[in-house]
């Protein structure tokens, strides 16, 4: 198999460097050039035929912001990882980043004593996504995830032995891409939307914030960061916050939003397991669970639990995912009872929760939407 190739672009020679390091102790990794800025970046992009951009976000002359629209302006789909740091601002501009194009991101090693230690932190975030967003094998740890380049066959859900209950909750998990998938969803589902909504989106904290903002000036549902023991009502999206995971709190008959700090499952807290499998608990399998695009396996055990007990499971389809990792993860064990292009999950959506729309609202809410992603 050929080595994937990366361009390397940051403003620091020290982080060139480190990245560089660890990128070439890969054997299926090789580093064909670097560029101090995004100008220059733009420039080779011809030239060196990279595989896939890493990219940073701070940067003089062109920005990593600009670069990523440089490049998807000359209709370049190679994949671009961005490098962020955990403060707002850092935040704000990968969102920023993502919207304009990047496929994904990384968060700079923060308060490390060591070059060792910076390594180590770039060496077990970036090299599984470099080898998820190319679609190459990968054997072990949070990387050991289905992401095939060649497309699977589907395989057809299992057979049900009885009908499936009305969905009471909508629960949605998304990794690797799912941002601007998210923003090509929810905006379409109306604020009459007759369930509460849970979602985890694996990010760090600070970005989950930003993000349920950004997504609620999008949406006419009501979106918001998920506090603890807050009661679940219809038309509001409670998404994980980082480092915490969600779950559905039974008092009596009212359910309210839970989190803690329970180990992480499936390497990542919040994990969509830990959703969906309290979210069946809650609500006697009466859910409807969405797995979209994301690099992993988080979703597919609890996806199996949705629909053993009676609920209803979409998940995207590979052609129209960043990474087929999750959804194909769950299509691929039998419990997807719909596997959907991107574009049509929405649909979906409103079709299999109670009081569906008519077409023609489903038509109206598509033209309303917000064009342009994560503004």
Known sequence: MEQIKVMVVDDSVVVRKIVTDVLSEDPMIQVVGTAPNGRLAVSKLEQLKP????????????????????????RSRVPIIMFSTLTERGASATLDALSAGANDYVTKPANVGSVAQSMESVRQQLVPKI????????????????AAAAPVAVRPPAARSRAPKQPAVLVIGS??????????????????????????????????????????????????????????????????????????GTSGASKRTA????????????????????AVAAYDGA???????????????????????????????????VVW?????????????????????????????????????FAAARAAAPMGGLR
């Open 51 to 74: 595989d896939l951009v890493t990219m940073d976000i701070e940067m003089p002359d062109m920005n990593g912001i600009e670069a990523v629209r440089a490049i998807r302006a000359t």
């Open 287 to 321: 859910v409807l669970g969405v797995v979209l695009t994301g690099m992993g396996s988080d979703g597919r055990i609890g996806a199996g639990q949705i629909r053993e007990a009676g609920g209803t499971v979409v998940a995207q389809d590979q052609a129209t995912s």
């Open 131 to 146: 080898k998820a967003l190319t679609g190459r094998p990968m054997t072990s740890g949070p990387a050991a995830a289905p």
């Open 175 to 248: 990794s690797t891409g799912g941002p601007e998938a998210l923003t090509k969803v929810l905006p379409l589902l109306p604020a009459s939307l007759p369930v509460p909504v849970l979602l985890v989106q694996h990010m760090p904290p600070v970005f989950t914030r930003q993000f349920a903002q950004r997504l609620d000036r999008l949406c006419a549902l009501t979106v918001v960061e998920a506090v603890d023991g807050t009661p679940l009502a219809p038309g509001t999206v409670h998404i994980a916050p980082g480092d915490f995971h969600l779950t559905v």
């Open 325 to 361: 990792g999750m959804p194909g993860a769950v299509t691929q064990a039998g419990f997807a009872d719909e596997v959907l292009p991107l574009g049509r999950v929405a649909e979906a959506i409103t079709r299999l929760l109670p009081t569906p729309r008519p077409a023609a609202s």
């Open 259 to 278: 989190l803690n700090q329970a180990p992480p499952e499936n390497f990542c807290r919040p994990a969509v397991d830990v959703l969906f499998r309290s």
